[in-house]
C-alpha cells in the first residue's frame, strides 16, 4: 500500500507518463507457484513455468511493464482491436485483468520513457502511459509510410539509451530474383528492393511523423529481421536474420538432403551503423563458416567471390528455424551465466523436406562482456510444437516473442493462440 505523500506525488507524475499506481503484487518479489507440467514446455534443471494465459490472440512480440503489466502486439485483431495488456492482480502468475486498444495489426512493441511504442506494418505510434493504462487520446505517430508489401512485412522496433528508433524494413522477396520464387529465374544485379528494404532504420523516438527518408538506413543486406533487441551492456543493436529459402527445391545438385534442409544459416548479428550483411548476394552457412555467393548470382556452393567483407554474423544457426524473438538478458534471478546472454524463440520451420521440420524452441547463447558469444547455442526451452515432425499448422505452440519482467522472470509468447509463459527459476 503506497503512501499517502507517495501516492500525492505519483499522481502528479503519471500526467507525464513517469510513474505507475498500481497495488499490483509482481514486483513484491515473491514468486508465483509453477505449474505442474511447465506449461508443457521442458526447462533446464531448476527452472520452471506457470501458464500466465492459455489464449491471448495471435501474438506477436511481448514487453512488461515496472509494475509487471504485460503487453502484448496481436497479428490479428482480436474483438475489433491489436494491442491487449494482461494484468496478474494476486501475483499468481495468471491473467487476471484484460484491457484492449489499439485498431491495427502489427509485430512491434516497447516501452520507454513512460511511453508506450508499438508498430503496425507501415507505421510506429506510442502512447502516453498514465498509471500503467496507454492513454488512446495521446497516441502519436512517429513514423508513418513505410514499406508493406505482403511478404516479410513485420516492422519490429527497440529503442537504444539515446533517443533512438530502431525499426526493421524486411525485403519482400526470397532472394530478389527477376520473378520471386520461380526455379531458373536470374538474380536481379544490382537489387532495387535495397532502396527501401532489407534493412535496418534509425529514427528519433520522440519526433512526430517521420518518413523513411526522414531515418537513417543504419544497416543494409539483411532479408528479414523480426526479433530485434538492443544490448544495454555494450549499447549496441542484436537482431536475427531469417534465412532465404527454396535451396534443396531449386539446386539440388549443389544442397543435397539432409543439409541441404540445414542451409542457409540463421544468422545472429551485431549490426552496428554501416553494416552490410550482404543479402541477396550471399548468404552464411554455418558448416563451413563462411559467407558465400546465392546461385542466382553465380555461387556454387563454396565459393566466396563477392561476399568477401561482407559482415560475418556473430553465429550461425540450422536454416528455417525462423527466430522471431530476441531478448538480450540482464536480469539477476536467473544463475549469473544468463546474465547479459541472449535467448532466440524460433518459431518453427516450414521449408524443409515433410518429415524434417525443426525449431519450435527457445535458445540460449551465452554472451562475454565484449558482447560476443563465449560458448555454442543451447536449447533452453522445447516441447512447444508437441511432435517429432510438426507442420507449422499442425505444431502444438509457436515460440514468438520474448520479454524480461521486472523480477528477471521470461516470458514466452506463442503466435497459434497466443499462449504465455513465464519462466522462473526456482530459488
Known amino acids: 500500500m503506497k503512501t499517502f505523500i507517495q501516492l500525492f506525488f505519483c499522481i502528479g507524475l503519471s500526467t507525464l507518463g513517469y510513474c505507475t499506481v498500481s497495488d499490483d503484487k509482481s514486483t513484491s518479489g515473491k514468486q508465483p507457484t509453477a505449474d505442474a507440467d511447465n506449461g508443457g514446455i521442458t526447462l533446464p534443471q531448476g527452472?520452471?513455468?506457470?501458464?500466465v494465459t492459455e489464449e491471448s490472440g495471435k501474438a506477436r512480440h511481448i514487453v512488461v511493464n515496472s509494475n509487471g503489466d504485460i503487453f502484448i502486439k496481436l497479428s490479428a485483431l482480436k474483438d475489433g482491436k491489436g494491442i491487449l495488456l494482461l494484468r496478474d492482480k494476486n501475483n499468481d502468475g495468471k491473467v487476471d485483468e484484460t484491457q484492449a486498444f489499439g485498431d491495427y495489426i502489427g509485430t512491434g512493441i516497447a516501452i520507454s520513457n513512460g511511453y508506450l511504442y508499438a508498430s503496425s506494418n507501415q507505421d510506429v505510434y506510442r502512447y502516453k502511459l498514465v498509471n500503467g493504462i496507454p492513454d488512446e487520446t495521446s497516441k502519436q505517430t512517429i513514423v508513418k509510410g513505410l514499406p508493406d508489401k505482403g511478404q516479410h512485412e513485420s516492422k519490429s522496433i527497440a529503442l537504444?539509451?539515446?533517443?533512438?528508433?530502431?525499426?526493421?524494413v524486411g525485403a519482400p522477396s526470397n532472394v530478389c530474383q527477376e520473378k520471386d520464387r520461380q526455379k531458373g529465374s536470374p538474380g536481379m544485379d544490382p537489387c532495387p528492393l535495397l532502396e527501401q528494404h532489407g534493412g535496418v532504420w534509425q529514427f528519433?523516438?520522440?519526433?512526430?511523423?517521420?518518413?523513411?527518408?526522414?531515418?537513417?538506413?543504419?544497416?543494409?543486406?539483411?532479408r528479414n529481421i523480426v526479433g530485434l533487441d538492443w544490448n544495454k551492456q555494450t549499447g549496441e543493436l542484436y537482431a536475427m536474420q531469417h534465412g532465404r529459402d527454396m535451396f534443396a527445391a531449386y539446386f539440388p545438385e549443389l544442397y543435397p538432403l539432409p543439409n541441404g534442409d540445414n542451409l542457409p544459416s540463421e544468422e545472429f548479428l551485431l549490426v552496428k551503423k554501416g553494416s552490410d550483411f550482404g543479402w541477396p548476394y550471399c548468404y552464411y552457412d554455418h558448416l563451413q563458416a563462411k559467407k558465400l555467393m546465392n546461385p542466382e548470382y553465380g555461387g556454387d556452393a563454396k565459393t566466396i567471390g563477392r561476399c568477401e567483407g561482407k559482415d560475418l554474423p556473430l553465429m550461425g544457426f540450422p536454416g528455417h528455424w525462423a527466430p522471431n524473438g530476441l531478448l538480450i538478458y540482464n536480469g539477476n534471478q536467473f544463475p549469473e551465466r544468463y546474465k547479459n546472454g541472449a535467448f532466440i524463440a524460433f518459431h518453427g520451420s516450414w521449408n524443409r523436406g515433410a518429415k524434417n521440420q525443426a525449431g519450435y524452441l527457445v535458445a540460449f547463447v551465452p554472451l562475454g562482456k565484449d558482447g560476443k558469444p563465449s560458448g555454442n547455442y543451447e536449447i533452453f526451452a522445447n516441447g512447444f510444437a508437441g511432435t517429432d515432425t510438426p507442420s507449422p499448422g499442425g505444431a502444438k505452440s509457436r515460440p514468438m516473442g520474448l520479454a524480461q519482467g521486472p523480477d528477471g522472470s521470461l516470458y514466452i509468447t506463442d503466435s497459434q493462440k497466443g499462449k504465455v509463459w513465464r519462466v522462473m527459476y526456482k530459488k
Open 47 to 51: 527452472f520452471g513455468a506457470v501458464t
Open 160 to 168: 537504444d539509451d539515446k533517443g533512438n528508433l530502431y525499426v526493421t
Open 204 to 222: 528519433k523516438a520522440d519526433k512526430l511523423n517521420q518518413t523513411q527518408a526522414d531515418g537513417t538506413r543504419y544497416a543494409t543486406g539483411i
